[in-house]
């Protein structure tokens, strides 16, 4: 399975984005996928997490309230919606797959290649 990232961008404050993780070849309904993201310097972030098979999702306390993850089964694609975008937010953003649910980059096993997010104020 690979995983593709796409739908970052330049954005105003408080406007909105949504990216897209498209997942070639299968997924399994045991899958976990996740968003991280990494601003300059610093280290990777957890984002949110989705459970591919039952839909359980799980936030960073910096982002609940403004981004949103979902996935389309029939696609193969986990989609984030961030609204009320912050300075703050600006990063690349990496999806990720893992067959556990867990807040720590190295937890999961792949990795897509990254789409920047700039949000200026």
């Known amino acids: 399975v690979q995983l593709q990232a796409s739908g970052g961008g330049l954005v105003q404050a408080g406007g909105s984005l949504r990216l897209s993780c498209a997942a070639s070849g299968r997924t399994f309904s045991s899958s976990v996928m996740a968003w991280f993201r990494q601003a300059p310097g610093k280290e990777h972030e957890f984002v949110t997490a989705i459970r591919w098979g039952v839909g359980s999702t799980y936030y960073a306390d910096s982002v609940k309230g403004r981004f949103t993850i979902s996935r389309d089964k029939s696609e193969n694609t986990v989609y984030l919606q961030m609204n009320s975008l912050k300075p703050e937010d600006t990063a690349v953003y990496y999806c990720?797959?893992?067959?556990?649910?867990?807040?720590?980059?190295?937890?999961?096993?792949?990795w897509g290649q990254g789409t920047l997010v700039t949000v200026s104020s």
């Open positions: 990720a797959e893992g067959h556990h649910y867990g807040r720590s980059w190295n937890e999961y096993h792949r």
